[in-house]
């Protein structure tokens, strides 16, 4: 009896070191950014790491445990894709040897096609090491639709979910006339052209589509030909879904040529866009994201601020609320779960919901789209109204022209998800 009750203590006093002690109670779940940290698109890849890594540090800070559970730790671990597919593939085998048991990209739908069927098939091969997918950038609506797949989480909202956005604004500017399109060629930017001419027919069928050019991506150094067939066209609006930097060099272009019309972006809002137009994109540049620093609220106003405080540098101010509420409902996954094993954490991913920054967004089962409210903004000068911040330092930033609650953003699907066993 006296042997049994020692034993019962022992334990007793084990699990209480490991309640106070966090760092002994379980091995980090790395969590494997794929992206591209070198090449043309470099810039992209190092504001995603800033934006993980505080996020990271965000959900540790909190550390330790709970009666009910132990809180997860996170590790952000880099594998450069360099912005090619055969790349991000390698990527992925070196984070999967490496103990990966979650992948994260976003900036390319052809990489995140590449990585969605890769992951499919090393999932059935191997289930032993099963891995996860989340994916905060990657918008070609066919990845919850016709690719959807079980272990593929989006967060971010999709091309066509965006456009309706930019389009609600453009339907009501009456003054717009004629309109040219121009996008990256590869699947994304060709369904957001595509999606533009399918919502402009229907909601403004008086404008006139003034030309369409589509161009190679992360190779154009000089856009300056394109800027020139906008210019010729008449066209009073640009609508394009390019980022990095194939839009940073659109839009300095087309400010040295002189163009006056307004830019109608999926992505305009920093990575050097405003800074590349001053003031001459002041009532021009408009960008759709799912949250702007310029919000409305406390909340989102107390979010920014912290960020800023841990990225102070004006050229790392690119901050993702989405991809602080991708990590939290990661981490509040594998807490549910007990287990960071990707079965059992994708069932709880299923049912994430999480407010942050005064939003609240909540994953959709039947496509693994995550749902969530959506803005529109338009470039003013710093400190007008409705404009207490600025972009990486420009003394420019976005002002709230539409809020779109989450009711609104959400759009039917078309996946029939093939649901593994356990």
């Not at 980090?28 to 950014?33: G, K, R």
């Not at 971010?156 to 009501?172: T, Y």
């Not at 990256?184 to 030309?211: C, K, M, N």
């Not at 702007?292 to 790392?316: H, I, M, Q, T, V």
Request: hydrophobic share 45%.
């Amino acid at each position: 009896m006296m042997l049994r009750l020692v034993r019962v203590l022992v334990a007793v006093l084990s699990l209480l070191c490991i309640f106070a002690n966090p760092a002994t109670a379980a091995t980090p779940t790395t969590v494997a950014l794929v992206e591209s940290m070198s090449g043309p698109f470099a810039n992209t890849g190092e504001s995603v790491l800033r934006n993980l890594v505080w996020a990271a540090e965000r959900i540790n800070a909190r550390g330790g445990a709970t009666p009910a559970m132990l809180s997860p730790r996170l590790e952000v671990k880099v594998y450069d894709s360099k912005g090619q597919v055969e790349e991000a593939l390698f990527a992925l085998k070196a984070a999967i040897d490496g103990g990966a048991r979650v992948i994260v990209q976003g900036n390319s739908s052809a990489i995140a096609s590449a990585l969605i069927d890769a992951i499919n098939k090393h999932n059935e091969r191997d289930p032993r090491r099963r891995v996860l997918y989340l994916n905060y950038s990657a918008v070609e609506p066919a990845l919850t639709n016709e690719l959807c797949s079980f272990w593929h989480f989006r967060f971010d909202a999709h091309a066509n979910m965006r456009m309706m956005a930019l389009m609600r604004v453009l339907q009501k500017d009456r003054a717009v006339r004629g309109v040219y399109l121009i996008g990256q060629d590869y699947s994304f930017g060709r369904s957001v052209l595509a999606e533009a001419r399918r919502q402009l027919a229907v909601l403004r069928p008086d404008v006139t589509i003034l030309g369409q050019d589509l161009h190679p991506i992360g190779r154009v150094k000089d856009f300056m030909p394109y800027v020139a067939k906008v210019l010729a066209s008449g066209a009073d609006v640009v609508v394009t879904g390019n980022w990095g930097n194939d839009l940073t060099l659109l839009i300095r272009a087309a400010k040295d040529a002189g163009f006056r019309g307004k830019f109608y972006t999926f992505y305009g809002n920093a990575l050097g866009a405003p800074s590349a137009i001053g003031s001459a994109g002041v009532g021009q540049v408009l960008a759709v994201a799912e949250w702007l620093p310029n919000n409305p609220g406390a909340d989102s106003e107390a979010f920014y601020r912290a960020f800023r405080a841990r990225s102070p540098k004006p050229a790392d101010d690119y901050v993702h609320l989405r991809m602080a509420m991708m990590m939290e409902a990661l981490a509040a996954a594998i807490a549910a779960a007990r287990t960071d094993e990707p079965f059992a954490v994708a069932v709880q991913l299923e049912n994430a919901s999480v407010t942050m920054g005064g939003q609240t967004g909540r994953m959709r089962a039947a496509d693994h789209q995550f749902q969530q409210p959506l803005v529109v903004g338009e470039m003013r000068e710093q400190g007008s109204e409705g404009v207490p911040f600025d972009v990486e330092g420009s003394g420019f930033g976005f002002r709230v022209l539409q809020q779109i609650p989450l009711e609104q953003t959400q759009q039917s699907h078309s996946c029939s998800m093939m649901r593994p066993e356990r």
